[in-house]
Each structure stands twice: as structure tokens, then as C-alpha cells.
């Protein structure tokens, strides 16, 4: 069983740049959350992907934007990236959406975005 | 709107004694499911125990256990007989049909 992996592990970007982080799910999975947790917070959540659609978002502007593909593989574009959106963005997989019940979420390592 | 609260952002225990982190929340929802979790240095966010909120009994995993007190809107995590590995970040989560909301974290320190 393959666990949730994320790429890149570290990115440097300047303020007004574009960026693009990538998730694979977890075997199996087809629901793929995303989240921010900047320095010293808990994380948040961005919005949630299921079986390609949107399924769920939180308090994030629409410069926060996504896409799931057919293998569940998921994307989190960020535009005109501003100094607060330095952070760790988590992403996690799970085989249900958060309507479905009971679901364990699980976690990749995470991608560190710094902006400058 | 829902909130996570962990009032305390630190907390020691000795190896092998037991200790209690504090998560309230804010909802007016009945249909919702709490979580805490576990995220060590090397950042990797795990899940340690979970709870359906319709479910008077509380869970409990091996050395890891919850007071949940629905009326009063608390979700403590016990962990007893503590261990080195047990030092991380712990999270409390609510997580409702559309939504996910994680407190902002107690640091658990074991001292040998």
C-alpha cells in the first residue's frame, strides 16, 4: 500500500507568482483534502476533492484553486501569491468524502512554501 | 461558525505517567465527528483516536483515551503510561459533513 506523497517538499517563490503543488493519494483513495498550517498554527482547510469535483471549501480566496485527475491525484494552485501564504500545505487522502461517515484521513509529509 | 480550542500550548509529562490535553469546540451542528492527532517533528500528521459524536462511549486506543462531554462541548485526550515517542504536536479536530477545523495545538514534551 502506497502512502499519500507530495511534491515538492520545499519551494521559494516571490510575492505575485503563480505555484503548483502536487498530492498523490493513497491506493484506493479517491477523496483528497487540502490544507495550510502556518508557522505554529493548526492546519486549515483549503477545500476537499471527490472523485474530481470540488466537494467542500473553507475560508480561501479563489486565487486558491484545484484540480483532482481520473487516478485521483490531486493539484493546489495558488495565484498572485502573497507573503502570508508562507506556510507548510498538507494534503491528505482518504477513500470517502467527509459526508461519508467515519473516514480516516491520511496525511502526506507536507510541502513548505516560502514567499518572498 | 465552528471552532477548535486548545487552551493549553504546552504540556510536560514524566515517562510512564499520565497526562491530559484539552480541546473544546463551538458547533450548533449535530452531525460531526472529532479527532485528535498526533504531528511529530518530522511533520507527518497522524491520526491517534476518533469519535462519532452521536456515540456516548468514549474511544479509546491501547494507551490513548477521550473524555468526551457532548453537552459541555469538550473532547480531552488522556494518554496514559507515557512514552519518549509520545512527544509531538497534538491536534483537535471537528470535522462536520463539508468542513474540518484543527485547534492550534498543544506540545507535548515526555521527560525520561
Known amino acids: 500500500e502506497t502512502g499519500v506523497t507530495q511534491s515538492p517538499t520545499h519551494l521559494i517563490k516571490t510575492r505575485g507568482q503563480q505555484v503548483t503543488l502536487r498530492c498523490s493519494s493513497q491506493?484506493?483513495?479517491?477523496?483528497v483534502s487540502w490544507y495550510q498550517q502556518a508557522l505554529g498554527q493548526g492546519p486549515q482547510f483549503i477545500f476537499q476533492?471527490?472523485?474530481?469535483?470540488?466537494?467542500g471549501r473553507g475560508n480561501f480566496p479563489p486565487r486558491f484553486s484545484g484540480l483532482q485527475f481520473p487516478n485521483y491525484s490531486s493539484e493546489l494552485n495558488v495565484n498572485a501569491l502573497e507573503l502570508d501564504d508562507s506556510a507548510l500545505y498538507l494534503c491528505?487522502?482518504?477513500?470517502?468524502?467527509?459526508?461519508?461517515?467515519?473516514?480516516?484521513?491520511?496525511f502526506g509529509p507536507g510541502t513548505r512554501l516560502l514567499v518572498l | 461558525a465552528q471552532t477548535v480550542t486548545q487552551s493549553q500550548p504546552e504540556m510536560s509529562v514524566q515517562e510512564a505517567e499520565t497526562v491530559t490535553l484539552s480541546c473544546t469546540y463551538d458547533?450548533?451542528?449535530?452531525?460531526?465527528?472529532l479527532f485528535w492527532y498526533k504531528q511529530p517533528p518530522s511533520r507527518q500528521m497522524i491520526l491517534v483516536i476518533r469519535q462519532e459524536a452521536y456515540k456516548q462511549q468514549n474511544a479509546t486506543e491501547n494507551r490513548f483515551s477521550v473524555n468526551f462531554q457532548k453537552a459541555a462541548k469538550s473532547f480531552s485526550l488522556k494518554i496514559s503510561d507515557s512514552q519518549l515517542g509520545d512527544a509531538a504536536m497534538y491536534f483537535c479536530a471537528y470535522r462536520s459533513p463539508r468542513d474540518m477545523r484543527f485547534g492550534a495545538g498543544t506540545r507535548l514534551t515526555v521527560k525520561p
Open positions: 458547533t450548533s451542528e449535530s452531525d460531526y465527528y
Open positions: 476533492y471527490y472523485r474530481e469535483e470540488e466537494n
Open positions: 491528505a487522502s482518504s477513500s470517502r468524502p467527509f459526508a461519508g461517515g467515519l473516514e480516516t484521513q491520511y
Open positions: 491506493s484506493g483513495h479517491n477523496t
